[in-house]
C-alpha cells in the first residue's frame, strides 16, 4: 500500500544520509565495506538469484532475546531460497541483543540499529542478508483500525520483522495457523521485495502486473506479493482461506511474479 512507497523512499533517503558514517568506518576499518549492503530495495535481487557475482548466501539474524524467530520458518526460508535460486551454500548465525525498550520504531531508528548490530557484510563471493527480529512495534502501526506492520525491508539486504505485532496476531487466532506459519508468509512476503517484486527492479516488458494503486505489489489475486498482505489482517485472511481449503497456510508466489525472478535469473 501507500505506506511501502513512503518506506522505500526513506530508504534512498537513508542511502545518502548515511554515506558519511560509511566512510568513516571505512577509513578504520579498510576491510569491511558497508557500501554494498546500503543500496536501496531490489537492486541485488539478481545477486540472490543466481550464482554469478556471489556463490555463498551468509544470513545474520539479530533477534530481541526472547524474540528469536521459531527454528520451522527459518527452515522453511531456507528450503524456499534452495527452491528459487541457484544458492546451495546458506550459512544462517543468530545474535541475541537486548530490548531497546522502545515502543513504536521508525526507519531512521532500524537503520541506526543495524549499523551497531550487523556483523556480516558482503565479503568475497559471499552475500550477506540482515534480519533484525524487534519487539518493538512500527510507528506506522495504527492500532486505533486493527493495522500492524508485520515485516519491511529498506537496503537492498536489510529486513525487520516486528515479532510482538506477529506473535500476537499468531497467537490470536483460532485456526491451525501456528506461530512459525506467520513467520514464514511474513519473511517470504517481504524477501519478495528484495527479489525485485513488484517493479523494484523486475520490470519485465510487457508484463506489468503491479497492483493499480500500489505499484509495489501484485495484481494477481492470491499472490505472495498481494498488497493486503502487507499488512496483518490481510495476512491472516489469506492464510485462513488458504487453510479452509486444505491448502497450506503460507501464499504462493503468482505465475507472474514467478516469471520475474526467472528473468532475473532465478530458477
Ligand atoms: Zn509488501
Ligand atoms: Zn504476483
Not at 10 to 24: K, R
Not at 187 to 206: A, C, D, K, M, T
Request: hydrophobic share 35%.
Amino acid at each position: 500500500m501507500r505506506n511501502f512507497k513512503l518506506l522505500f523512499t526513506v530508504g534512498i533517503i537513508f542511502i545518502s544520509c548515511s554515506q558519511n558514517s560509511d566512510n568513516e568506518s571505512e577509513t578504520t576499518d579498510p576491510i569491511v565495506s558497508r557500501v554494498e549492503n546500503r543500496q536501496s530495495i531490489g537492486t541485488s535481487a539478481a545477486d540472490f538469484l543466481n550464482n554469478d557475482n556471489f556463490d555463498r548466501l551468509h544470513i545474520e539474524i539479530v533477534h530481541v532475546d526472547t524474540y528469536k524467530p521459531t527454528p520451522g520458518s527459518i527452515d522453511r526460508f531456507r528450503q524456499w531460497l534452495e527452491e528459487l535460486t541457484f544458492k546451495t551454500d546458506i550459512q544462517i548465525t543468530y545474535k541475541s541483543v537486548a530490548s531497546t525498550t522502545i515502543e513504536s520504531m521508525n526507519y531512521n531508528k532500524i537503520a541506526e540499529l543495524e549499523n551497531e548490530y550487523r556483523t556480516i557484510y558482503n565479503d568475497g563471493k559471499t552475500l550477506s542478508l540482515y534480519m533484525y527480529f524487534t519487539d518493538a512495534g512500527s510507528t506506522l502501526d495504527v492500532p486505533s483500525q486493527n493495522r500492524f506492520v508485520l515485516g519491511a525491508v529498506y537496503y537492498n539486504t536489510s529486513m525487520v520483522f516486528f515479532q510482538k505485532s506477529i506473535r500476537l496476531i499468531a497467537d490470536k487466532t483460532t485456526l491451525p495457523i501456528t506461530r512459525a506459519d506467520v513467520e514464514t508468509a511474513v519473511i517470504q512476503h517481504e524477501f519478495g521485495h528484495l527479489f525485485g517484486l513488484v517493479n523494484l527492479g523486475s520490470e519485465r516488458e510487457g508484463a506489468d502486473h503491479g497492483a493499480p494503486d500500489d505499484e509495489n505489489h501484485c495484481n494477481e489475486e492470491n499472490c505472495l506479493m498481494a498488497a493486503e498482505l502487507n499488512f496483518n489482517t490481510g495476512m491472516i485472511n489469506t492464510m485462513s482461506s488458504r487453510t479452509a481449503m486444505g491448502l497450506d497456510p503460507i501464499p504462493l508466489l503468482g505465475l507472474e511474479c514467478q516469471l520475474d525472478l526467472k528473468s532475473l535469473g532465478g530458477r
